[in-house]
């Protein structure tokens, strides 16, 4: 079972930055791919992005591509998401997500398809 646990979020003003963090535990190794989602108030929660195991690969939404970027120190078991040029809709609570470990690298972009969630953090971006 893989324990997932995201802090960082905070209040921000629009074209701030902010650096959320997921830090894993209860496996052995960081074999398993990981993604980051969001959640506004009466909204779906949507895929953010997404990274391999190796963290060679990734996947953005192109809602972030080009502001956000994501990241894994597999020596720390934490992966990261690197939120630049915030904005008012960039507001949500957001959820770092795992696969199972051992899966092939693809990019997965549905919940269901992410078996271990965090609590999530909120991130709330002011005009």
């Known amino acids: 079972q893989v324990q997932l646990v995201e802090s960082g979020g905070g209040l921000v003003q629009a074209g701030g930055s902010l650096r959320l963090s997921c830090a894993a535990s209860?496996?052995?190794?960081?074999?398993?791919?990981m993604g980051w989602f969001r959640q506004a108030p009466g909204k779906e929660r949507d895929i953010v992005g997404s990274i391999s195991p190796n963290g060679l690969g990734t996947y953005y939404a192109d809602t972030v591509k080009g502001r956000f970027t994501i990241s894994r120190d597999s020596t720390k078991n934490t992966v990261y998401l690197q939120m630049n040029s915030l904005k008012p809709e960039d507001t949500a609570v957001y959820y770092c997500?795992?696969?199972?470990?051992?899966?092939?690298?693809?990019?997965?972009?549905?919940?269901?398809?992410?078996?271990?969630w965090g609590q999530g953090t909120q991130v709330t971006v002011s005009s």
């Open positions: 997500a795992a696969r199972n470990p051992g899966l092939p690298w693809a990019v997965r972009t549905r919940r269901h398809e992410y078996p271990h």
């Open positions: 209860g496996h052995t190794s960081s074999n398993y791919a």
